[in-house]
């Protein structure tokens, strides 16, 4: 049986539709989550998916789900989605590709008459990006326990506007359950980075997420006065840490691609043109999608930090400020999206996903996957970001390949 593939112009005239509120004069997109434009875009999604026939639940944090029924209606569902809110003057693809992708899926599929054993539902996740309220991935991350619904609903913009006041007045702010069991979670989405792009590959299978670890470092010295002491008898601690910083490059550069390390920020207390720096803190970001590599890029940082300090006579003290481990997506459904990219004759390739989504989230409950798209230069929060339609129809033809036999 030939492979099904979705409605490419009705896939770019919904993706140019819902990509006009929020619209911003260089093509991006400035629709922040729970704003006019938010409430805007979701009911025009809304709107969509009841036409077609697809009942839309919301739920307590705002989380819209639109179904198309299975065979069995109480069998959990496939989810398929992503989000429509953006950053701040960003860009338009980020998101709502995935989100149209999949209304485009449930659309082909009702087209064809076809019939799933298990329930496929759209997401649209409230507050993805993080830019308005604080934290990012809000409501997967309400949907699958990581935070509690009454922290989230509490969370405030800037202007002092809570996330519930502002659901209750997009007239968003749902019922019912925070949590439902999934049977499996798919989500497309643009690779926000130059991977794809670099290797001419349209599809990207994601094996999942790159591990984080963060760690304080504080460097120690003699604070002094800038005058008195001559330059070999001090102990500066910020010429220490400026070693440390080119010494961190050098460190990542020579684990190989996949390790990124950062020092990105950096304090020093006693911040004065007359003093010589006693005490210097700053943050070490190492990320790597193998755990038992990421703790070996920190190890040899921490060595080498420690050895240069000796050598200058400071002190060094590190404290692990947070960890997130590697996430593996599902083998099961990484394997359909593979099979899916080559029945289509479009190329593919593996690679990590090095942002955050939902999907981080979801691989927490249900088994996940991700389906990445080139975007043009890398370039995302940005409102150049740019993602070819044909690019976008491909992934959409995957999603609908991958969610028809999570659901069969
Ligand atoms: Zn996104």
């Known amino acids: ?5 979705v409605n490419r112009e009705r896939l770019k005239r919904s993706m140019d539709q819902i990509s006009t509120i929020g619209a911003t004069p260089r093509g991006g997109m400035h629709r922040l989550a729970l704003g006019d434009k938010d409430r805007q875009a979701r009911d025009l999604l ?3 998916c009841m036409d077609a026939g697809f009942p839309v639940r919301v739920d307590p944090i705002g989380n819209m789900f639109a179904r198309r029924a299975g065979r069995h209606s109480d069998s959990p569902p496939v989810v398929i989605g992503s989000h429509l809110d953006s950053q701040c003057m960003a860009g338009r693809f980020d998101g709502p590709v995935g989100v149209i992708a999949a209304l485009e899926v449930l659309r082909t599929l009702d087209d064809q008459r076809v019939v799933t054993q298990a329930p496929i539902d759209l997401v649209n996740w409230t507050n993805e990006e993080g830019a308005r309220f604080s934290p990012p991935l809000l409501g997967s991350g309400v949907f699958t326990g990581a935070h509690d619904l009454d922290f989230a ?3 405030t913009d800037k202007e002092g506007l809570s996330v519930q006041q ?4 997009i007239g968003y702010a749902g019922a019912g359950p925070v949590t439902l069991p999934v049977r499996k979670y798919i989500e497309l989405h643009i690779e926000q980075g130059v991977v794809l792009e670099q290797a001419a590959i349209g599809i990207g299978v994601v094996t999942g997420f790159v591990g984080i670890r963060d760690t304080k470092v504080t460097v120690l010295g003699q604070s002094t006065h800038a005058g008195p002491l001559a330059m070999d008898s001090r102990r500066d601690a910020l010429v220490g840490a400026a070693g440390m910083i080119l010494a961190a490059r050098e460190i990542g550069l020579a684990h190989g691609p996949d390790a990124r390390v950062t020092i990105g920020k950096l304090a020093i207390p006693s911040d004065s ?3 010589v720096p006693g005490c210097v803190e700053m943050v070490l970001d190492v990320r790597h999608p193998d755990a038992h590599r990421l703790n070996a ?3 040899a940082l921490q060595q080498r930090f420690r050895a240069m300090a000796t050598d200058s006579g400071l002190a060094v003290h590190f404290e692990d400020s947070w960890y997130y481990p590697p996430v593996v997506f599902d083998s099961g459904l990484r394997s359909q999206i593979a099979e899916a990219a080559a029945g289509f004759g479009y190329s593919h390739m593996e690679l ?4 955050g989504h939902d999907a981080l989230n979801m691989a927490r409950v249900a088994p996940t996957a991700m389906i990445f798209i080139p975007c043009r230069a890398g370039l995302s929060h940005n409102e150049l970001e740019f993602a070819e339609d044909q690019d976008i129809a491909a992934g959409a033809d995957v999603l609908l390949a991958a969610a028809l036999a999570a659901a069969r």
């Open 166 to 169: 502002e659901l209750v007045r």
């Open 1 to 5: 049986m030939p492979l099904l593939k």
């Open 153 to 155: 609903l509490r969370q």
């Open 273 to 275: 043109h007359s003093v």
């Open 297 to 299: 890029v920190v190890f």
């Open 46 to 48: 809304k709107r969509w």
């Open 352 to 355: 990590p996903s090095r942002a």
